[in-house]
């Protein structure tokens, strides 16, 4: 059942034009992520969606009911900001109880749903203390009680945990996934750390210039994006990016990139391959490994010996900068194998995860 429909929605300010006809369908139950770089629109979609900004043209629907000229108190929704946007002379329990007493609930309703729901936000030790007494993580927990006290029909999240330290930060992206598991409210997540995304969302949504890249589940938006913008915002490091040629041979397809010819006989080309086209060719660092490692898929990966030129240890894993002609890629080693600077290696390609490019119109092939 689709829970919020955006259809032909256009936001402009003045001449900038900063939503291009957003259709979006989000089922009931649903966690959904915008992800882009900043500007893009996707906080200005959220707060389109929560009736903080009026569109310049299309509809917005919520649980079946046009809601595009609705105020936002009257949209059913409930929304948690970046800046928390606690009153600061109010306790956290008058925080949490304070929309509910505005809406005429009578305090013997509302004291026992603020303790329930404080317990589960592990804030129930806190009701009496001020916003100023608490620590940033302990504020967002806060914001997000008070959103759940109103029983809403959809969650808006924008950026909430932008101001939290990165350990804070992981420790409250499992909270809310906790949360939407045991709760199955839809939501609405915007966000610009695609770890995030990646971890929370059913569905993500990739924006740029406002307009939507892709949508889909974290996995199929990794692994298959649809043009060469997402298939570089997405990852990191980033996916590697090889500039070649097709070649078609007895109905062979291979790619001529620098010396070397990849073979793309598993690639399932969204179109037709004709030869002698200019492609990118796009691998990511993981799907780059000493030969030796085992793909994905299991078979043995597409071998060549190259130059290593850097190395950085991240822990896990080292990150290996390797030559390959005069274009440079990225692979992906285990920890314990770490190659010697100028010393050629074999390197195996998982071409299982390879994606194709057309290099003019970037789009995927």
């Known amino acids: 059942m689709i829970d919020i429909r955006v259809s032909n929605c256009n936001k402009s300010y003045g001449s900038l ?110 009701l009496d203390r001020r916003p100023s007494q608490l620590s940033g993580g302990q504020r967002q927990r806060v914001a997000i009680g008070r959103a759940l006290v109103r029983d809403p029909k959809v969650f808006l999240f924008d950026e909430p945990l932008s101001n939290l330290d990165a350990k804070l930060r992981a420790s409250m992206r499992t909270e809310i ?19 995030e995304a990646m971890t929370l969302a059913t569905r993500m949504v990739v924006m740029k210039a406002g307009e939507i890249q892709q949508i889909g589940k974290p996995e199929e938006v990794y692994h298959r994006p649809v043009n060469l913008f997402v298939a570089d915002f997405l990852g990191n490091p980033g996916m590697n990016f090889m500039k070649g040629h097709l070649r078609l041979d007895g109905g062979r397809v291979s790619a001529d990139v620098g010396a070397a010819t990849l073979p793309l006989d598993g690639y399932a080309f969204e179109v037709a391959p004709v030869a002698g086209q200019a492609v990118v060719i796009g691998l990511r660092p993981e799907s780059i490994q000493p030969a030796s490692v085992q793909m994905s898929d299991g078979g043995a990966p597409y071998a060549l010996t190259l130059k290593p030129i850097l190395t950085e240890h991240t822990g896990s894993d080292n990150l290996v900068v390797l030559a390959m002609g005069e274009q440079e890629i990225v692979g992906k080693f285990p920890s314990d194998m770490l190659p010697k600077l100028g010393e050629p290696v074999a390197i195996g390609f998982d071409l299982s995860r390879v994606s194709v490019f057309d290099a003019e119109s970037e789009r995927r092939i």
């Open 17 to 126: 034009r900063v939503l291009k006809d957003i259709n979006l369908e989000i089922e009931r139950g649903e966690f959904i992520v915008l992800l882009g770089p900043s500007g893009c629109g996707k906080s200005t979609l959220l707060h389109i969606v929560a009736g903080l900004d009026r569109l310049s043209s299309g509809e917005i629907e919520i649980g079946g009911r046009d809601v595009t000229d609705v105020e936002p108190k009257d949209r059913d929704i409930a929304m948690v900001f970046q800046s928390y946007a606690l009153y600061p002379t109010m306790s956290v329990r008058s925080n949490m109880e304070f929309g509910l007493r505005m809406r005429g609930k009578p305090m013997s309703e509302i004291r026992p749903l603020v303790e329930e729901k404080a317990r589960m936000l592990h804030i129930d030790h806190l």
């Open 177 to 195: 996934k906790k949360l939407h598991q045991s709760l199955g409210t839809t939501a609405i997540y915007v966000t610009h750390d695609q770890l």
